[in-house]
């Protein structure tokens, strides 16, 4: 019984889509602009591969794609760091999006570790 109802959920996550969702990365990317409408289009793509993110920005609007809503949210800093737009740090925000975001052609990075650790420690 638990078996059954295990696969069902999977089927109906991956047949409405849940576990494809950026909503969360969107929240973020507004929560840290202090913008709620941010000129950005996201789409998690899941690759073969290990984690990464790419980025563009046609007529106005940020398109990104990444391996998960982390990825996401790396490529949007990524980008406005690049472009001088700001930066959010331990001590503070600064990030100031123009109208008009700035023209950026594809960029493509690709971690090259499988596995990825944030404060990470252990005691023995």
Same mark, same amino acid.
């Given at each position: ?52 993110y790419e980025y563009s920005v046609k007529d106005g609007v940020l398109h990104l794609k990444g391996s998960d809503n982390v990825s996401l949210c790396r490529g949007f ?41 944030? #404060?990470? #420690?252990?005691?023995?």
């Amino acid at each position: 019984m638990k078996k059954n109802f295990l696969f069902l959920c999977c089927f109906l996550c991956a047949l409405t889509g849940w576990s494809r969702k950026t909503d969360e990365a969107f929240r973020v990317l507004q929560r840290v602009s202090k913008q709620s409408s941010v000129p950005v289009k996201l789409e998690l793509k899941k690759g073969a591969g290990n984690m990464y993110y790419e980025y563009s920005v046609k007529d106005g609007v940020l398109h990104l794609k990444g391996s998960d809503n982390v990825s996401l949210c790396r490529g949007f800093y990524d980008y406005v760091k690049t472009h001088r737009l700001g930066m959010y740090t331990w001590s503070g925000n600064n990030i100031r999006l123009p109208e008009e975001l700035p023209a950026a052609s594809s960029v493509r990075v690709e971690s090259p570790f499988r596995n990825h650790y944030y #404060f990470r #420690f252990s005691t023995v």
